[in-house]
């Protein structure tokens, strides 16, 4: 008998040390507890597997996968606000509004960290409440007490609690009825039952009806503390990660990445970029199922892996430019990554287990929100990057640009400075952009020319002063012309303002008459928007033609053609009604429209002007262009009155409720000839 148990021994199968290791992490690795169960069948359906076998290569692969991702590993938030201030400054220049958004959101989480939890100890034993108040209170909690339960709800409705531990067997009003009524409160505590009676029905009971532990007298204070401390760690972490998904929104090369990783490098968080420009299958954010040898998990899932950390800075760039085709619709996946009260359970497609997403950082970046499905842009507290200022361009020029160029063109050892106007020079006749990438790639032009020129002379040393004379000679002619300043009136062109996705820009409408048989001719790529525009525009000139000056049966016998130069560029909108409006009356009445007079202003058949968006980066354009007069609608009075002194320099600024007020300004009359 003895013969045969050895045997049977030695024939049973020994367990691969492979899957002892793999066990061995599973326990190590302290998975969630929807996930240990997961591991661990995986665990048994590998045990099983033929190795020969593909699946066995998937499952392995998976399992892998599960272990190596950050389900407990956290970075701890430095919340430090005039470090993080100090770190925006040295970095950017201006952004002032993006820049006090964010310190904005650091101080709240920082208030949120630093406020101390509040804990209501009811029990109708005084010796037993003074124990628990004692030992609570010793671990920095703010501690109330109640005799009984009247008396602790009377106490939940005058004061907001955190937690609420409660003993089970009480007169008047026990346990169980004041956790039901506790959780009514619109902010409702975590509830700890404590009892002497305790049985499986009763803690069931419990659970079942929302409480978050369930202790049994007598029990150790250890226990006690274990407890108390988790409960209200997890609410901290779970109050302190709940904010607003930021999204930054502006023209290209206006510091929008950028300032996300100062917001990381501030916050002491790792920071990874993810581009969503041409995205077309939502597998890539939700990742691909197990079914096959090349399944991979989708990219936010990587992300975090790579990085080792649940709490990173996500940044989601370019979420404007995010495709939609047969694969699936990835701005609806987003809908899930990024509110806050879905994504604590984010199901990949790989992983097939929830995984909390809420202690990510989520920061969108995009050129034009409008782009975006309303409901994503419901999720999204948005902050606007406008352009810069020529003068804000040559301080960042000086401070940020040039030594950088230096440094990345082996001049840093070299006495190289840069003057003020060639600089100015650059910005005004070699770039004409919001943002700051043309300027940086020129100024990095020129040092290249600098550092061609050393080595080709021979020179080790001295210094370099670069004027304008020098920019023209290394740059060549310059690319773009004040077309506002160096061009003459001239009868049936005005100059309006639109707002792009790369910021705003100039825009001239060209008006023409010709025999005809009463047809409207709209050429230059134009949308349905800014075709109805062009129709409202020239029925209110057909309804107000003796007001105006004009024969009423100028249409009778005409054809009338309104072009927008640029045709091959498509435009759309309703910003363009007033500068095709005054575009008629300048053709009509033959007399030539100011060129040096943009406007912007959506009108209706009445002759209202309706306010319109994108008021500063418009600003901007016409001072670009040498603009000296804009007309803008009267309802943006206050998007004017919150421009900076150096946005509106040099310019004068008409706000216009109706058309007759500014047609004298557009179109002067002219002076008579003696």
């Not at 409702?188 to 002497?196: N, S």
């Not at 430019?321 to 609806?332: E, L, N, V």
């Not at 975006?372 to 507290?381: F, I, Q, T, V, Y």
């Not at 290394?474 to 690319?479: D, H, I, V």
Request: hydrophobic share 40%; charged share 25%.
């Amino acid at each position: 008998m003895a013969f045969f148990r050895k045997h049977q021994q030695e024939d049973k199968p020994s367990v691969p040390q492979e899957f002892l290791d793999l066990r061995a992490a599973i326990e190590k690795a302290r998975l969630p507890e929807h996930v240990h169960p997961a591991a661990h069948k995986e665990l048994e359906k590998l045990e099983k597997t033929d190795p020969s076998l593909p699946e066995y290569t998937i499952g392995l692969t998976y399992l892998d996968y599960i272990l190596s991702l950050p389900w407990n590993r956290y970075t701890d938030d430095n919340l430090d606000l005039k470090r993080a201030a100090q770190i925006l400054e040295r970095q950017h220049y201006g952004l002032g509004h993006a820049k006090q958004r964010v310190l904005e959101f650091l101080a709240v989480r920082t208030l949120r960290s630093n406020r101390k939890f509040r804990i209501l100890v009811v029990d109708d034993e005084e010796m037993a409440r003074a124990n628990m108040e004692h030992v609570i209170r010793k671990e920095g909690y703010e501690v109330r007490t109640a005799a009984n339960g009247l008396e602790a709800l009377r106490h939940l409705q005058d004061e907001p609690f955190d937690l609420v531990i409660t003993d089970l067997k009480m007169e008047k009003l026990d346990g169980i009825e004041l956790l039901q009524s506790a959780k009514q409160s619109p902010t409702p505590p975590e509830i700890i039952l404590v009892t002497g009676h305790a049985t499986v029905d009763s803690a069931v009971d419990a659970f079942a009806k929302g409480a978050a532990y369930y202790l049994t007298k007598p029990y150790k204070l250890d226990e006690l503390r274990s407890a108390v401390h988790r409960i209200l760690e997890k609410k901290r972490h779970a109050q302190f990660t709940r904010g607003p998904i930021l999204c930054f929104a502006g023209p290209p090369g206006t510091g929008k990445t950028s300032i996300g990783q100062a917001i990381a490098e501030a916050m002491e968080r790792k920071f990874a970029r993810i581009s969503l420009a041409g995205l077309r299958d939502e597998a890539e954010l939700r990742g691909h199922r197990r079914t096959y040898v090349g399944a991979m998990p989708g990219r936010i899932m990587s992300e975090i892996k790579n990085l080792g950390l649940k709490n990173p800075v996500l940044m989601l760039d370019e979420i404007d430019k995010i495709g939609q085709d047969f694969k699936g619709d990835p701005a609806s996946v987003l809908l899930e990554i990024l509110d806050p009260e879905q994504n604590r359970s984010f199901r990949d497609h790989y992983l097939d287990v929830a995984f909390d997403l809420s202690a990510v950082m989520f920061i969108a970046t995009a050129n034009v929100v409008e782009n975006l499905p309303s409901a994503l842009l419901d999720r999204l507290e948005v902050i606007q990057f406008p352009g810069y200022t020529e003068t804000e361009k040559s301080r960042i020029a000086q401070q940020f640009l040039i030594p950088r160029q230096l440094i990345d063109c082996g001049l840093s050892d070299h006495e190289v400075r840069f003057e003020d106007e060639a600089v100015a020079a650059i910005i005004r006749d070699y770039t004409r952009e919001a943002g700051l990438r043309n300027l940086e790639r020129e100024i990095a032009n020129v040092c290249r020319k600098l550092a061609f020129l050393h080595l080709q002379q021979g020179d080790q040393g001295g210094s370099v002063t670069v004027d304008s004379k020098i920019v023209a000679s290394f740059l060549g002619p310059r690319k773009y012309r004040h077309e506002i300043a160096e061009s003459a009136n001239r009868v049936g062109i005005t100059t309006g303002l639109v707002w792009t996705e790369f910021g705003g820009e100039i825009v001239f409408v060209e008006a023409a008459r010709m025999r005809g048989s009463q047809q409207v001719i709209l050429t230059g790529s134009l949308g349905d928007v800014l075709r109805e525009s062009a129709q409202t525009a020239l029925s209110y000139v057909r309804s107000h033609a003796e007001s105006l000056g004009i024969d009423p049966e100028f249409f009778h016998s005409s054809d009338i053609h309104i072009h927008i130069p640029a045709g091959a560029i498509p435009k759309d909108g309703p910003s363009a009604g007033i500068t095709i409006c005054m575009a008629l009356i300048s053709l009509l009445t033959s007399r030539p429209a100011r060129r040096d007079a943009a406007m912007t202003g959506e009108i209706t058949l009445s002759g209202r002007i309706l306010p319109v968006s994108g008021i500063r980066e418009k600003v901007l354009a016409a001072q670009r262009a040498g603009v000296k007069t804009i007309v803008f609608p009267g309802k943006n009075r206050m998007d004017i009155e919150c421009l900076s002194e150096e946005s509106t320099k040099g310019l004068e600024i008409v706000l216009a409720e109706e058309i007759e007020e500014i047609v004298n300004l557009v179109i002067p009359a002219r002076v008579a000839d003696f």
